[in-house]
């Protein structure tokens, strides 16, 4: 995520991260950097397919908005 960070906003392209998202903190940071694309495939992995929303449940409210 490091070269995403420094990549953003100074190239012209959708950028991507293959590092996953694990957590909440993970999630915030692609989210911040605008990136399109990530993965969760290892999280799936570990914890079950039953994961698949619980980076986005500490983040988000119900409406969709991010939580202040």
Do not use: C
């Not at 903190?25 to 698949?52: C, F, N, P, R």
Request: proline share 1%.
């Amino acid at each position: 995520m490091f070269w995403i960070v420094i990549l953003y906003r100074r190239i012209d392209a959708n950028l991507t991260t293959t590092s996953g998202i694990h957590n909440k903190v993970d999630l915030l940071k692609v989210v911040i950097v605008e990136v399109k694309i990530t993965q969760m495939a290892s999280a799936l992995l570990h914890h079950g397919i039953e994961y698949i929303s619980t980076p986005k449940e500490g983040i988000f409210n119900l409406d969709g908005r991010i939580r202040g």
